[in-house]
């Protein structure tokens, strides 16, 4: 997205704010970009320990629903520290 948009003369932050998911690669970008970074570890966890009871208990256990809030890591591609 960074390419697509300065070939098309877009500079980030200052035109266009730039945001990423997962927090991977993120900080090596051209323009340190911002990203929402999910909880893999204890997504992971909770997967593994649900799979385990699910085995346990058979099919019949009951329906997981997990929310996980991810966290939010503030770099220069949204514009926030200029």
Known sequence: MLGA???????VP????????????????????TSVAPAKYRVGKLAAEILLRRITD????????VQLRPRIVIRDSCGARH
């Not at 948009?5 to 500079?11: D, I, V, Y």
């Open 5 to 11: 948009a300065r070939r098309r003369g877009l500079r």
């Open 14 to 33: 200052e035109d266009l704010a730039l945001v990423s998911y997962d927090d991977e690669l993120a900080d090596v970008a051209d323009v340190p970009l």
């Open 58 to 65: 058979g099919d019949a256990g009951p329906v997981h629903q």
